[in-house]
């Protein structure tokens, strides 16, 4: 377990925690609404990416730069603020003030465009960035440069093993209680899609019925080409046999972020909790199917809850997650990144 402290004074600025992998969907913008912490309560992540402002555009930077930096195709601007921000949950901060001047946001809250917006209580250094305003994930960014950690008392939560997480691991279902599709599946998806037409080459994706298909095939059929030509996909991890296949789409360990190892064949990384649904809940229905109940039969339960519209992965995570893979430098693979860029209103997937 860990503390972070003002690096000036020493004063804790948060509860014990323990480290875990960077969601997918730390940088996700989703909705009108308020959403949840992107933390749970007790957890830490480190994002190795530049956070927070001066931002650059693109004209700028310009490719070459641009490329030194892990990115390799047109984004509209690049932080150049600390590399290594430490998100928390914002109920596990502590000692810190907000500093008025820096609380703008769009509507419901703070968004963090001003930089940081809290201040160490002590000797008023400024810490850490909130952000708590509607789309955004609520999280709050330790400044790298600010902050400093230290050990706690108490023992960390044990780092499960696959089988154990296999056992263990909660499943996120794709929608949510109330209706619509969860925003995590959005995400999650999205940075699989992106992975997966790199290692696709270009070539059709042949995709096993069920799930998987529901999942990925409308936006690989509206991306790839439909030529004979084609690379089989399918499920590896715990809990599943052994198969043969060009493509495996495996699970990411929530606490390390590794990633199931595969002796053959790409490995594309979805969630645990995301792939533990897809690999598990093969009966699941989330489309109205045709007919009704026997005649003589009633029922008076409500209905299950159906999403809005079809299930389309999040384009602004899937461009981000695509522009940082070296394999967008080739021709084909650059070409579906500028049709999702410049369509990206108009559902390209």
């Not at 001066?54 to 930077?61: G, Q, T």
């Not at 059929?221 to 089989?232: C, G, H, N, R, V």
């Not at 990633?259 to 990384?269: D, F």
Request: net charge negative; proline share 12%; aromatic share 10%.
């Amino acid at each position: 377990m860990a503390v972070f402290a003002c690096a000036d004074c020493g004063a804790a600025l948060t509860l014990p925690v323990s480290q875990v992998a960077l969601p997918v969907h730390a940088h996700q913008r989703y909705g009108h609404e308020l959403l949840p912490a992107l933390l749970e309560s007790g957890t830490y992540a480190v994002d190795p990416e530049p956070f927070g402002p001066p931002w650059r555009p693109w004209e700028e930077i310009g490719a070459k730069e641009a490329e030194a930096r892990g990115v390799y195709a047109p984004v509209h601007a690049l932080s150049y603020g600390p590399q290594g921000a430490i998100a928390v949950a914002p109920g596990d901060v502590r000692g810190t003030v907000l500093i008025p001047e820096r609380c703008d946001g769009y509507c419901m809250g703070l968004d963090g465009r001003d930089g940081p917006n809290l201040a160490c209580a002590q000797c008023g250094r400024e810490v850490a960035t909130r952000i708590d305003d509607c789309t955004y994930w609520q999280v709050v960014w330790l400044d790298p440069r600010a902050v400093r950690l230290i050990s706690a008392d108490g023992l960390a939560p044990r780092v499960l093993s696959w089988e154990a997480l296999w056992e263990e691991q909660p499943e996120t279902p794709p929608i949510e209680p109330i209706g619509g599709w969860s925003p995590l599946w959005t995400a999650a998806v999205a940075v699989a899609l992106a992975h997966l037409l790199a290692a696709s080459d270009g070539a059709r994706v042949v995709l096993p019925d069920g799930p998987v298909a529901d999942t990925f095939r409308p936006a690989l059929d509206a991306l790839l080409p439909t030529e004979p030509s084609a690379k089989s996909l399918a499920l590896a991890g715990p809990g599943l046999s052994a198969t043969v296949a060009d493509i495996f789409v495996v699970p990411r360990h929530p606490q390390t972020g590794e990633v199931w190892p595969c002796a053959a064949g790409a490995a594309v990384p979805l969630p645990a909790d995301v792939w533990m649904y897809l690999a598990f809940n093969h009966n699941q229905r989330h489309l109205p199917v045709s007919g009704g109940l026997p005649d003589g039969v009633y029922r008076d339960d409500p209905p299950p809850q159906l999403p809005f519209g079809p299930f389309r992965p999040d384009w602004d995570v899937f461009l981000w997650t695509l522009a940082r893979l070296p394999e967008v430098r080739q021709p084909w693979l650059r070409a579906i990144y500028d049709h999702v860029k410049d369509r990206r209103y108009s559902h390209p997937f």
